[in-house]
């Protein structure tokens, strides 16, 4: 049975994975603040507009942790709905235009390197309505169109999240590493102190080895995108309920086109090559990950949060708590998924792809080709998606483990979830309010900023 984090010190303690700072936090702070905050999830997610009727929520499964966060009325907490395949540039410009209010706009340089994948800078109707009252069009509306450096918002994202939400603000701060984009208000820069907090949660800022497992197995990315959505039973069968959002590559799903036709449809469009660069296949990899870190910095002017996750256990002859019917033969030198990870996490989290013959699960899975991000041991414990060593920041960039204060311009971390898979730690298997904590303990600290 998993062991969710608790606000008492003694009950931190014995969890060891967690960090005790963490708890240290949570009924201590007094709330400086109540900016609005922003949760944006991961690769393969969803909005709050997806799978309605269902019950089920990118946050919390059939919990609700936006509407735990906002407290009844006492806090403003939105959930963004960006891209699950798109590159973090692409989703940084979903978000940025959906929580300000404006139409997404790519930038002149940024598409033209994508030009031979089908991107498109200014895609019709990608928009958000900053004004109820003057929208002719009926976009969404902006989630809040008052943001700028006097009213700042504090940002919680999970997995690519944390890389879309570090892309962003460095865009809004320093504009465009290519030059001039255009004349969008995004690559303008200078839009200091606008964001106070960001928060991620299994983020791979260094990448995972999950994608090379994948491409090395299963190259087609969008078919294998597609099994992945329906076997989490997101994509549905003859209604769109789940959205790709790729216009920006020409890529729409028509109204009445069930998800399994409209991947059928494009299962074999540009964008999908892995010599794409401008995707989310290529910015999860290690290699990916280091050139989105090579230009995206820490920002001195934000207070950044870490938190990690691990769902494997060191293989062992017998009697330890991963799946035996997947691994029955095991070595102490690997990691293996635990039995109660979520099941489509499974195959690949441990020594082996099961099933495939000798292919190296991300338990195992090592890397040093020339010109390439090696990897070694220290990236095998994971949560089925990322590595744990991922998780903590970017690599070369300051951090610092929290201890109860926090440093603007520095990754304060603090700590992961042992035994907690990378569903578990949104709530996708928990009954009631398992998953919570996790997120009391994340307002504690940036509402007492």
């Known amino acids: 049975m998993k062991q969710w984090a608790t606000q008492s010190v003694a009950q931190c303690v014995a969890q060891l994975g967690f960090a005790v700072a963490a708890c240290l936090a949570g009924p201590l702070a007094q709330a400086a603040n109540n900016y609005p905050v922003v949760m ?159 928060t991620t949660i299994s983020t791979p800022h260094n990448g995972t080895t999950l994608r090379d497992v994948i491409v090395d197995f299963v190259p087609k990315v969008s078919e294998l995108a597609g099994k992945i959505v329906e076997a989490a039973g997101l994509g549905g069968s003859t209604s769109a309920i789940y959205k790709f959002r790729l216009e920006q590559f020409g890529l729409a799903q028509g109204p009445a086109e069930s998800f399994k036709d409209f991947l059928e449809r494009i299962k074999g469009a540009p964008f999908w090559s892995l010599n794409n660069h401008d995707a989310a296949q290529w910015d999860l990899g290690p290699d990916g990950a280091k050139e989105l870190n090579n230009w995206v910095k820490t920002s001195p002017n934000v207070y950044y949060y870490s938190i990690g996750s691990d769902a494997t256990e060191q293989g062992s002859f017998c009697c330890n708590s991963t799946d035996r019917i997947i691994a029955p033969f095991q070595s102490s030198s690997y990691q293996y998924a635990r039995d109660d990870m979520i099941f489509f996490l499974k195959n690949t989290a441990g020594e082996w792809v099961v099933p495939a013959i000798l292919q190296p699960g991300m338990g195992s899975y090592v890397q040093s080709a020339a010109g390439r991000v090696p990897t070694d041991s220290s990236w095998f414990r994971n949560d089925g998606v990322v590595n744990t060593v991922s998780m903590k920041s970017p690599n070369g960039q300051p951090v610092r483990n929290y201890d109860g204060s926090s440093v603007r311009g520095s990754w304060n971390y603090l700590g992961y979830y042992d035994n907690y898979d990378h569903f578990d730690v949104l709530g996708w298997e928990q009954g009631n309010s398992g998953v919570f904590p996790i997120y009391d303990n994340i307002g504690s600290i940036i509402y007492g900023l």
Not at 121 to 132: E, H, N, R, V
Not at 149 to 168: C, E, F, K
Not at 177 to 182: I, K, L, R, S, T
Request: with cysteine.
């Open 40 to 198: 944006v999830h991961g690769f393969l997610g969803f909005g709050p507009d997806e799978l309605q009727g269902t019950g089920f929520r990118y946050w919390g499964g059939f919990n609700d942790v936006v509407a735990h966060m906002r407290n009844g009325s006492s806090h403003q907490v939105y959930a963004a709905a960006v891209g699950p395949v798109s590159s973090n540039w692409d989703r940084a410009v979903e978000l940025y235009y959906q929580i300000k209010g404006g139409c997404a706009d790519y930038g002149i340089k940024h598409t033209a390197s994508a030009a031979a994948y089908g991107a498109i800078q200014k895609p019709a109707g990608k928009c958000w309505a900053a004004d109820p009252n003057n929208n002719p069009n009926h976009y969404p509306l902006a989630l809040y169109p008052a943001w700028d450096a006097n009213h700042p918002i504090h940002l919680v994202s999970h997995s690519q999240g944390g890389q879309t939400i570090r892309t962003m603000i460095q865009l809004m701060e320093n504009g465009s590493p290519n030059g001039n984009e255009g004349t969008a208000e995004l690559y303008t820069g200078g839009k200091i102190n606008w964001v106070k907090s960001a």
